[in-house]
């Protein structure tokens, strides 16, 4: 065979493997999975949490967007001179409610609560609702252990916020990241090119379809299946090569 004829053959080749990959691709029962604003998400959940602390707490929430918190170290400060000349008072008798002791009180419930995020996001899975549910149940745990210190509502409603903010970005990258590698459109536009070389092996072997077909259900569905129906992709291409008249014999391409 010519040259110019295996160029020709190859060429046909792409063109057929991209008329078929658009029609098997738009025939695929699910959508390329749309990335959710972790922020909204848990702004919700930090208001619901808030909503019976009454109004307070709720003008607290409404000053600012929550994306605005989390950006710099937590620090409790008191407001007022009168109050910060009776905060030294309470510092020097060791008195509960005093900056330094809630602000140990903070550093600490921060701790824990970074730990618990690094945790989930070992976990390389997408994010749930019941994540930010367990962080503020454990602010509100520790919180409820530590009455002695003496905080107030204002703490508080900082504390989640500043908290939850940092658990936001978190947790946007890691379904973001989650997406990225185990969404099934993602992984299969992806990995376009290595499937239109297994095209062409398949029409050289047929008798490879099956290996190829389960190749591509491991590589992109494996990872998936907690997100959308689990159903084999590559046998829907490679089906369509088996079932094509243009690929049932080699003499298709000759000249």
């Known amino acids: 065979m010519s040259e110019e004829n295996i160029k020709m053959k190859e060429e046909e080749l792409d063109e057929e493997f991209d008329k078929m990959w658009t029609e098997t691709v738009n025939e695929l029962s699910f959508a390329k999975m749309k990335v959710e604003d972790i922020f909204t998400s848990v702004s919700h959940h930090l208001r619901t949490n808030l909503e019976q602390k009454g109004s307070q707490a709720n003008g607290l929430l409404s000053k600012k967007p929550l994306k605005e918190y989390g950006l710099v170290p ?35 419930i921060i701790t824990d609560c970074s730990q618990m995020m690094t945790d989930k996001m070992k976990k390389k899975s997408n994010c749930h609702d019941t994540y930010i549910e367990e962080i503020l149940n454990m602010i509100d745990e520790r919180l409820q252990n530590n009455q002695e210190v003496g905080t107030d509502i204002t703490f508080e409603v900082s504390l989640k916020q500043h908290i939850c903010a940092d658990a936001a970005r978190r947790f946007q990258k890691m379904h973001e990241d989650f997406l990225q590698k185990k969404d ?72």
């Open 74 to 108: 937590f620090k409790y400060t008191v407001e007022g001179f009168l109050n910060k000349g009776a905060d030294k008072v309470k510092q020097w008798f060791k008195i509960p409610g005093n900056a330094k002791a809630v602000q140990q009180t903070a550093d600490s």
């Open 184 to 255: 099934p459109y993602r992984c299969l536009n992806k990995n376009k090119e290595k499937f239109l070389t297994d095209f062409k092996d398949v029409f050289h072997n047929v008798d490879q379809c099956q290996k190829k077909a389960e190749e591509f259900t491991d590589r992109c569905l494996k990872h998936a299946v907690e997100d959308f129906d689990n159903r084999s992709l590559g046998p829907d291409i490679i089906g369509e090569m088996r079932t094509s008249e243009e690929f049932s014999t080699r003499m298709s391409f000759q000249y």
